[in-house]
């Protein structure tokens, strides 16, 4: 079982604001990293930090954290948005690394 | 551009052990304070960390995989690889190298980038 829990399935109507949460003990010490990964694709870094975009990742991803949760915010979603989406932390001893199980998102 | 690459066997028989090479191309694998890290995918489930390694061939490993995990690093060839020991069916995945951003200003918000496009295993007899 995972560390880091995610809601299975998200779905947000096209140009809606969506939240994608992640939730562990975890993240009241580390910050998570999130990753987009689309059908036979690799996964993609998209946020990072605090609140931080990779170049090329578009303004619509943010990211913020309150807490045991760490939340994934798009805010306007395309319907190139939709693919899974997964978090990723240090574990409770800090000394290895999780993922979380990940989230479907659906753009209607 | 930094990028990778996996290479190695698509079939592995049950009870043997997996070998796979990630090589890193547009940058040094002894450059930076980055570690080099292994993911893997079952079909149709979700990620698992595997383990990570620096260039010095200090190392982190999953512990629910440690036991069979052996990473290492060949600075000369920009190449850093991954077996695995005893696999069985449930060792059947796609696996990703990345590059790990997780000491120094990273250590409370790493990250993984870029990942290679991923290379799929399967458990054959």
């Known amino acids: 079982s995972s560390e880091l829990t995610h809601d299975p399935a998200v779905s947000v109507a096209l140009g809606q604001t969506v939240r994608i949460t992640c939730q562990g003990d975890s993240l009241r010490s580390y910050y998570a990293s999130w990753y987009q990964q689309k059908p036979g694709q690799a996964p993609v870094l998209v946020i990072y930090?605090?609140?931080n975009r990779p170049s090329g990742i578009p303004d619509r991803f943010s990211g913020s954290s309150s807490g045991n949760t760490a939340s994934l915010t798009i805010t306007g979603a395309q319907a190139e948005d939709e693919a899974d989406y997964y978090c990723n932390s240090r574990d409770s001893s800090g000394n290895h690394w999780v993922f979380g199980g990940g989230t479907k998102l659906t753009v209607l | 551009q930094l990028q990778l690459q996996e290479s190695g066997p698509g079939l592995v028989k049950p009870s043997e052990t997996l070998s796979l090479i990630c090589t890193v191309s547009?940058?040094?694998?002894?450059?930076?304070?980055?570690?080099w890290g292994w993911i893997r995918q079952p079909p149709g489930k979700g990620l698992e960390w595997i383990g990570s390694?620096?260039?010095?061939?200090?190392?982190y490993y999953s512990p629910s995989l440690k036991s069979r995990v052996t990473m290492s690093v060949d600075t000369s060839k920009n190449q850093f690889s991954l077996k695995l020991s005893s696999v069985t069916a449930a060792d059947t995945a796609v696996y990703y190298c990345a590059r790990h951003c997780t000491g120094g200003n990273c250590y409370t918000r790493g990250w993984f980038d870029p990942w290679g496009q991923g290379t799929l295993v399967t458990l054959s007899s």
């Open positions: 390694i620096y260039y010095t061939g200090s190392t």
């Open positions: 547009g940058g040094f694998i002894n450059s930076g304070s980055y570690y």
């Open positions: 930090g605090k609140n």
